[in-house]
């Protein structure tokens, strides 16, 4: 574990990784990160490593979705993402496969786990620790819709590999500078007296 190292470790990994991989950085056409909803601190060093990372190498930056990232870290066709964003709250979005691509049912937002947007039909499968930390609220109010749920699964860096290839290769990849992580939420922490 490396606690609150995250800053100081990252670029080491980077360059174990590349040594692993036997690539030089130059080698690098772009440069992808998990732009969130997620921890506000993870989300910053994330865009500010991918950031630093594009503007040496002269590369563009690609900010992916940690809500799309879990959908396709499922073998699922039509997801209900949900993530635990602590506070009483949920991080939530629904897409559908088409092909190799996600399209957006339900946009990433933030909401109490009984107040998550309705998805249409049935047959989602709820993916993401929000189904474990809010299960009885998420189920009652998805009902029907849900297929079933894995409480285990969590975005992963092979799935979001999988989604940002191909956006780079398209020209989805942007100048470094206007990378920026999606906050959903405006208020990280509650006041003493909201915790009472």
């Known amino acids: 574990m490396v606690g609150q190292r995250h800053a100081e470790l990252v670029l080491d990994a980077v360059d174990a990784l590349l040594r692993e991989a036997r690539l030089d950085r130059r080698a690098l056409g772009g440069v992808a990160f998990g732009a969130g909803p997620g921890s506000f601190t993870g989300l910053r060093i994330a865009c500010g490593v991918a950031q630093g990372l594009a503007f040496a190498l002269d590369v563009p930056v690609l900010g992916v979705s940690s809500l799309e990232t879990l959908a396709e870290s499922t073998e699922a066709a039509r997801v209900a993402a949900c993530l635990d964003a602590r506070m009483g709250e949920v991080y939530f979005a629904a897409y559908v ?50 297929a079933r749920t894995d409480a285990d699964v969590f975005p992963c860096a092979s799935a979001l590999l999988r989604i940002a290839l191909p956006r780079l290769a398209a020209g989805e990849g942007g100048n470094p500078a206007s990378a920026a992580p999606l906050y959903v939420r405006d208020k990280v922490a509650l006041k003493t007296r909201e915790r009472r």
Request: hydrophobic share 40%; glycine share 22%.
């Open 97 to 146: 496969r088409d092909g190799p691509c996600w399209q957006v049912v339900v946009p990433p937002g933030v909401h109490a786990p009984g107040g998550v947007p309705a998805l249409p039909g049935e047959g989602w499968v709820g993916a993401g620790s929000g189904f474990g930390a809010y299960a009885e609220a998420l189920h009652a109010r998805l009902g029907r819709s849900l």
